[in-house]
């Protein structure tokens, strides 16, 4: 089984800051990547998928990038609304894996 | 309009059977192409994909809990059920279930969830 590793597992950032946030796999992906979003009390929703393929009615500043085994989740300019936990998850191989997540916090 | 939930125990003792129902709206399992994962997720833990079962039948499990999970579906009835035996402390979690895409396994619709705690 691909096992994904999140970091770091905090980031505290101020709003209208850049947030960059990191997956790794365990075996290489292709790009077979996809990021979520999960606030308290919520399903996760879906990002990015295909590394780095917004999904729909996701706003221009969450990017992804990466292929392999290295991936980057980069949010441009942090609103209130951002603040969460964070996951990836690798679909190139059953079973689907997702990373530990990532808390992103108000610095 | 694409709607799933879940239904069955909150709570469960150890080492009983849970057996939980997903019943969805605005499609068709018995369409090529259609899918339906378990997905669970303890308190404050990361999502950990339990199962799948596809529109021919065709079922996925965990490699760690595969001999523990069953899956099945009643295309009639609009349901997929899904059964976990043994159950510990260690399973306490929302239970999700999910249509997903076959091709590639991702979530396209969610259902609320529903938690389930294992407890004596």
């Known amino acids: 089984e691909i096992v994904m590793t999140q970091s770091p597992a905090t980031l505290s950032v101020s709003p209208g800051e850049r947030a960059t946030l990191s997956c790794r796999a365990s075996q290489s992906l292709s790009t077979n990547l996809a990021w979520y979003l999960q606030k308290p009390g919520q399903v996760p929703r879906l990002l990015i998928y295909?590394?780095?393929t917004r999904a729909t009615g996701i706003p221009p500043r969450f990017s992804g990038s990466g292929s392999g085994t290295e991936f980057t989740l980069t949010i441009s300019s942090l609103q209130s609304e951002d603040f969460a936990v964070y996951y990836c998850?690798?679909?190139?191989?059953?079973?689907?894996?997702f990373g530990q997540g990532t808390r992103l916090e108000i610095k | 309009q694409v709607t799933l939930r879940e239904s069955g125990p909150a709570l469960v003792k150890p080492t009983q059977t849970l057996t939980l129902t997903c019943s969805f709206s605005?499609?068709?399992?018995?369409?090529?192409?259609?899918?339906v994962s378990w997905i669970r997720q303890p308190p404050g833990k990361a999502p950990e994909w339990l199962t799948r079962i596809d529109w021919d039948d065709d079922k996925y499990y965990s490699t760690s809990l595969k001999t523990r999970l069953t899956i099945s579906k009643d295309t009639s009835k609009n349901q997929v059920v899904l059964t976990m035996t043994s159950m510990k402390p260690v399973d306490t979690a929302t239970y999700y279930c999910?249509?997903?895409?076959?091709?590639?396994?991702?979530?396209?619709?969610w259902g609320q969830g529903i938690l389930v705690t294992v407890s004596s």
């Open positions: 605005g499609f068709s399992l018995s369409t090529r192409g259609m899918c």
């Open positions: 998850q690798q679909y190139s191989h059953w079973p689907p894996v």
């Open positions: 999910a249509r997903i895409r076959c091709a590639d396994n991702l979530v396209d619709y």
């Open positions: 295909s590394a780095s």
